[in-house]
C-alpha cells in the first residue's frame, strides 16, 4: 500500500472506545443530545440558504475564495522565502478583516455568527453524545508495597528551576529516598548514574526532569523490573500527563513513596536500541532540531528550513514501512509509544492508555494547498496515513538520518527500526491523581443520525 489513508483494519479504535454499532444501548441523554446536534446542524444549513436567498449569494461565493485564498497564502508563506513569504503572510492577516468588513457593510454579520454559533453547538452536542458510547479508558493499577531504598536524579534546571521552587529534594529526602542533583560540571551519565544506584541495593528509580532523561533512566528500570517513579518537574512532561500525574504541582508526585500507591505496567518504545517513553520523530521536526541555531531562535530557524523540507529540497527522503503499510516520501514521520488521540494538526494530543502493545504511527505527506486543507481538515485520505503496529521500519536515501527521541536530537543509521516493549515498565503513581480523560470522539454524523432516529445505520 502506499501513502494514503491506511485501511480500516490499520486504523483501529482507541482502546476502550464503544464499538457504537447499531445495538448499542442508547439512553435518554444521549439520544437527545444527538437530535439537538442533528437539528442545529440542519438550522445551519437552512440559515446558510436563507443567507444566500438575501441577497447574499455573492457574500458567500466571496467568503469561500476568501478561504481557498488564505489556505494558499498559508502554504506559500511555510514553503517560500523573502519577499514572497511577508506578501503570502498579509494575505492571510487581511483576508479575514476584508470580508469581515464586508459582511458588515453589508448587514449581513449576524447572518455568519448564527451559522458558526449553530455549527458550534452542533458539534459539542455530537461530541458528547457520542462521549456516552465509549467505556472509561482506564490502565489496571497493581497494589505493592512502598519502597525503602528509593533513588531519584533530580535535573534543578528542568522546568525552569521546579526543582527547587518546589522543594523537591527536600521533600523526597523526607520521605527517605536517596537524591542526586544534576548539577555538573560537564555532562552526567544518568544512565550510568542509575546503573550504580541498582548495583547499591535501590528498589525504585525516579526521575524529576525532562521527558528525554525519564526515558534513560526507564530503560534501565525495565531492564531490572524496578519500579519507577516519574516527577512532573520537566517543561511539558508528556510522560507525566499521560500517566494523569499533577503538572502543576510535581510535589504532589512524590506521594508515589507511600503506601498511597499504585502501580501502572506500560508500554516502552526502543528505537535503534535506545528506550523512549513518547515518541520518535524523522523528517521535517527531526531536521529542523537538528540545526545550531535551532537552541537560539527555534522560530525563525523553523521558518528559515521548512521551504525546502516541504517542498522536498532539504533532508533525506523517507519510507516508513509497518504491518503491510509502505509510505513513500512522507515529509514528516511521528513514532509513539501508542496511539495518540487525533485532536490536532501533528497528531499530538494524548494517550488515553499506555498499554495496548501497539506503536502509533502518523505519517505526513504534504505538497499542495490542496492537501494542506486536507491536514488542517484532520482529514484521513489527504496528505495524512495513520497506522498501528508492533514495529515501524524508517529507511531514507542517505546512510544517517536525524531522528528526535522524546524531544532529544540524534543522528541514526538507516534503516531505522522502532518497536514496542509491552507492559516492560512499572511506574509507581499516587493512587489520588488528575488522571487521563477519556479521548475526545470524532463527529459521526451516520452514527448521531441513528442515535437521533433510531435508524439503520
Known amino acids: 500500500m502506499t501513502s494514503g489513508a491506511a485501511s480500516p483494519a490499520h486504523r483501529g479504535g482507541m482502546t476502550g472506545a464503544h464499538p457504537g454499532g447499531s445495538d448499542a444501548p442508547r439512553s435518554s441523554a444521549q439520544i437527545w443530545l444527538a437530535r439537538a446536534a442533528v437539528v442545529a446542524l440542519a438550522l445551519a444549513v437552512l440559515a446558510t440558504v436563507a443567507f444566500a436567498l438575501m441577497d447574499g449569494f ?36 487581511l483576508t479575514p478583516l476584508l470580508l469581515g468588513f464586508l459582511f458588515v457593510r453589508a448587514h449581513l454579520l ?19 453524545a457520542l462521549a456516552r458510547d465509549r467505556v472509561p479508558a482506564t490502565m489496571p493499577e497493581h497494589v505493592v508495597p ?45 544512565k550510568e548514574l542509575a546503573q550504580d544506584a541498582v548495583a547499591a541495593g535501590a528498589d525504585l528509580l525516579g526521575v524529576a526532569g525532562g521527558d528525554g532523561t525519564q526515558a534513560l533512566v526507564a530503560g534501565v528500570a525495565a531492564e531490572h523490573r524496578l519500579p519507577f517513579l516519574v516527577i512532573s518537574a520537566g517543561t511539558r512532561n508528556h510522560f507525566a500527563l499521560d500517566l494523569g500525574l499533577d503538572r502543576e504541582d510535581p510535589s504532589a508526585c512524590l506521594a508515589a513513596l507511600t503506601d498511597d500507591a499504585v502501580e501502572l505496567h ?33 522560530r525563525g530557524t523553523t521558518l528559515e528550513m521548512l521551504p525546502d523540507l516541504l517542498t522536498g529540497q532539504g533532508g ?43 506503536l502509533g504511527v502518523v505519517a505526513v505527506s504534504v505538497d499542495s494547498a490542496r492537501q494542506a486543507v486536507g491536514l488542517l481538515r484532520l482529514a484521513h485520505d489527504r496528505g495524512v496515513t495513520r497506522v498501528e503496529a ?22 541514526l543509521r538507516t534503516p531505522v527500526t522502532c518497536t514496542i516493549r509491552p507492559g516492560a515498565l512499572r511506574v509507581r ?18 452514527r448521531l443520525r441513528h442515535l437521533a432516529f433510531g435508524g439503520h445505520r
Open 146 to 190: 512502598p519502597p525503602q531504598r528509593a533513588f531519584i536524579v533530580m535535573n534543578p534546571r528542568s522546568g525552569g528551576g521546579k526543582v527547587g521552587r518546589f522543594n523537591l529534594k527536600e521533600k523526597a529526602e523526607e520521605l527517605g529516598a536517596t537524591v542526586v542533583l544534576l548539577e555538573g560540571p560537564g555532562t552526567v551519565d544518568v
Open 58 to 93: 455573492r457574500l458567500l461565493v466571496t467568503a469561500a475564495l476568501g478561504v481557498v485564498l488564505m489556505v494558499a497564502a498559508a502554504w506559500w508563506f511555510l514553503t517560500h522565502r523573502g519577499l514572497a513569504r511577508w506578501v503570502a503572510l498579509a494575505l492571510v492577516v
Open 316 to 358: 533525506a527522503r523517507l519510507t516508513a514501512r509497518t504491518d503491510g503499510v509502505s509510505v513513500e516520501g512522507p515529509q514528516a514521520v511521528l513514532v509513539s509509544v501508542n496511539p495518540y488521540e487525533m485532536t490536532d494538526l501533528a497528531g499530538m494530543g494524548r494517550r488515553a492508555r499506555l498499554d495496548t502493545g501497539r
Open 266 to 298: 506500560v508500554d516502552l518504545g526502543e528505537v535503534a536500541g535506545r528506550t523512549f517513553v513518547n515518541n520518535a520523530s524523522f523528517g521535517a521536526y527531526a531536521e529542523v532540531v537538528q540545526s545550531p541555531a535551532y537552541r537560539g531562535d527555534k
Open 390 to 411: 508492533p514495529q515501524v521500519v524508517v529507511t531514507a536515501d542517505t546512510p544517517e538520518v536525524p531522528v528526535g527521541v522524546d524531544g532529544e536530537a540524534l543522528v
Open 110 to 128: 449576524w447572518t455568519v455568527l448564527l451559522v458558526l454559533g449553530l455549527l458550534g453547538a452542533a458539534a459539542a452536542a455530537g461530541r458528547e
Open 429 to 446: 503513581v499516587p493512587r489520588s491523581r488528575p488522571g487521563v480523560p477519556p479521548p475526545a470522539p470524532a463527529l459521526n454524523w451516520v
